[in-house]
């Protein structure tokens, strides 16, 4: 029987698989949605490479492929671990908030060019039709979001203390 603070490394790494696997299902690939997951379910938000390379049975350049990745996405930052030459992986405070407002700039950034291509596609034509209602989905989430948010963290405050 498990105690208190004891973990089942079996079911951690069935976790790590399953849970994995949904962002993989979802577009991220295998790899850096493993150390992603890897991430999340450690206690302390971050690990080294050796760790996440013990842990997930991979090898080191297999970790490095998945951090680059991750670094890239904006969902986990690289850090110098004190006092050694070793990275440390962590994942951000506020994860799903700052995934979420890095998605919405990304938005933002498309409303230019899709502006553009309604020009010069035509306004009527089927194909800048369907580029206004992208548009359109896009104006209307980054109009929502700061709201969505702000209910978010009274969510989470109410849920989880502030």
């Keep these: 029987m498990t105690q208190v603070g004891e973990r089942d490394d079996q079911a951690v790494l069935r976790f790590i698989e399953r849970f994995s696997s949904v ?9 850096p949605s493993r150390v992603f997951v890897a991430l999340l ?5 971050e690990m080294t490479a050796a760790e996440l390379a013990d842990l997930l049975r991979v090898s080191p350049a297999a970790i490095s492929g998945a951090i680059r990745y991750l670094t ?3 969902l986990v930052s690289r850090e110098r671990e004190t006092g050694t030459r070793r990275d440390l992986y962590r994942l951000f405070d506020d994860l799903w908030y700052e995934a979420l407002f890095r998605r919405d700039e990304m ?5 230019g060019p899709l502006r553009e291509g309604i020009g010069a596609l035509g306004a009527e034509t ?6 206004a209602e992208t548009l359109m989905f896009f104006e209307f989430v980054h109009g929502q979001l700061p709201n969505l948010l702000k209910q978010w963290r009274a969510y989470r405050d109410e849920h989880l203390g502030s």
Excluded: E, L, W, Y
């Design 72 to 74: 890239q996405v904006n």
């Design 107 to 111: 938005m933002r950034r498309m409303q």
């Design 23 to 31: 962002f993989t299902q979802t577009g991220m690939p295998r790899m």
């Design 41 to 45: 379910a450690s206690d302390s938000g």
């Design 126 to 131: 089927p194909a800048g039709k369907r580029i």
